[in-house]
């Protein structure tokens, strides 16, 4: 080549074999190090080792004793090429520079010693755990249905709960057949009412007639009064009997609802474990065994729990069912007897008994002097 490129002052250094310097340029070489290390670090702390100065590798002083010093090493680390300085720099790297024999480090990065866990990480986590679990509960409820699995069986607490399903069909049927009686009333009351304001006006204006359009008006009067009262028994007896159906029943359906699901993953974690026994025992099987159990004494627990929750609800549930249903059906029997037989007395002191209220109709319009 017809120019050399021009070279670092520390590529020019001869490096013996052995990494020792030569002699001859011992001067030479102190003092362009002198010009090129900040103050405060001598000579003797110093040692150069080589990387192929010849190649585009930068070359890199270590802050260490040199040979023939007695001297201490210090922990400096120092890049005397600039280009290794700006690389460094742009990689977020620290760079500790001795001054006055005091280390003084840049400011840089923090890097947290914990790590922060990451929301999609735990959601992710969260999915597989609720796919595996699906999964056994899936497999279990399938092997039942073919005949192939076990199931747990609490013959007891199973024959309390089909008794109380039955028992809820039959109070819906009930329920059902006293709200169409309350509606075929009704409609029954109101035409007794309109009947009655006819044979009133009829009477009025009948002469010849009066006195037997005036009686067929009391009746129908009378009557609808009745009616309405039977009607106010009725609606409460409906009431009644819904709030036990279709809230107090249904609670205790749910929570039993809640006990089947944790007896299919008591059977199916229960199932996994058995197989795993079954299995080989050995170092990668172990852990599985493990966690297995713990997973079994879990959902074990869990079951329980439930089987214990849904015992003590119908136990209750009993309880408050024959309470509520005796008053409903005696209030029931002697409104419908007081009405058929004409005793008007025997109706209105069923409804103070169990303190009815009827409600007179159009009460809850306001008048006209409310209204301007």
Not at 78 to 106: E, N, V, Y
Not at 124 to 146: A, G, H, M
Not at 229 to 239: K, M, Q, R, S
Not at 257 to 276: F, G, M, N, P, V
Request: aromatic share 6%; net charge neutral.
């Amino acid at each position: 080549m017809a120019q050399e490129s021009p070279k670092n002052s520390a590529a020019e250094i001869p490096v013996t074999s052995n990494g020792q310097l030569e002699d001859s340029h011992e001067h030479s070489f102190n003092r362009d190090l002198k010009r090129s290390l900040p103050a405060g670090l001598g000579l003797s702390e110093t040692k150069i080792t080589s990387h192929g100065f010849d190649s585009t590798k930068e070359g890199v002083v270590e802050a260490g004793p040199f040979p023939g010093s007695s001297a201490s090493p210090k922990s400096s680390v120092i890049s005397p090429s600039s280009a290794a300085a700006s690389r460094l720099a742009g990689q977020g790297c620290d760079l500790i520079i001795p001054t006055g024999g005091r280390a003084q480090q840049k400011s840089g990065p923090v890097v947290l010693a914990d790590e922060v866990k990451n929301p999609a990480m735990e959601k992710l986590e969260l999915v597989r755990k609720w796919s595996l679990n699906t999964y056994k509960c899936t497999r279990q409820i399938i092997s039942e249905k073919l005949g192939r699995g076990s199931r747990t069986v609490d013959l007891e607490l199973e024959a309390q709960i089909d008794i109380l399903r039955d028992n809820k069909k039959k109070y819906e049927n009930i329920l059902r057949l006293a709200q169409t009686l309350s509606t075929q009333l009704f409609q029954m009351v109101h035409t007794q009412r309109q009947l009655g304001d006819a044979f009133a006006d009829l009477s009025l204006k009948s002469l010849e007639l009066h006195e037997e359009f005036g009686y067929n008006a009391d009746t129908q009067k009378l009557l609808a009064k009745n009616g309405e009262t039977l009607l106010g028994a009725i609606n409460f007896f409906i009431a009644s009997v819904n709030t036990l159906v279709n809230k107090t029943i249904e609670d205790t359906l749910l929570t039993v609802k809640q006990y089947e699901s944790a007896r299919i993953e008591y059977d199916a974690y229960r199932t996994d474990l058995e197989e795993l026994n079954l299995g080989p025992r050995d170092a990668s099987t172990l852990p599985k065994i493990e966690q297995s159990q713990q997973m079994f004494q879990v959902h074990k627990e869990k079951y329980d729990k439930m089987r214990n929750d849904v015992s003590i609800k119908l136990k209750f549930l009993e309880e408050n069912k024959v309470k509520v249903l005796h008053n409903q059906l005696v209030l029931f029997h002697n409104a419908i007897a007081a009405y058929f037989a004409g005793n008007q007395k025997q109706l209105e002191q069923t409804l103070k008994q169990f303190h009815i209220k009827l409600k007179t109709p159009g009460a809850d319009a306001p008048s006209w002097l409310e209204e301007q």
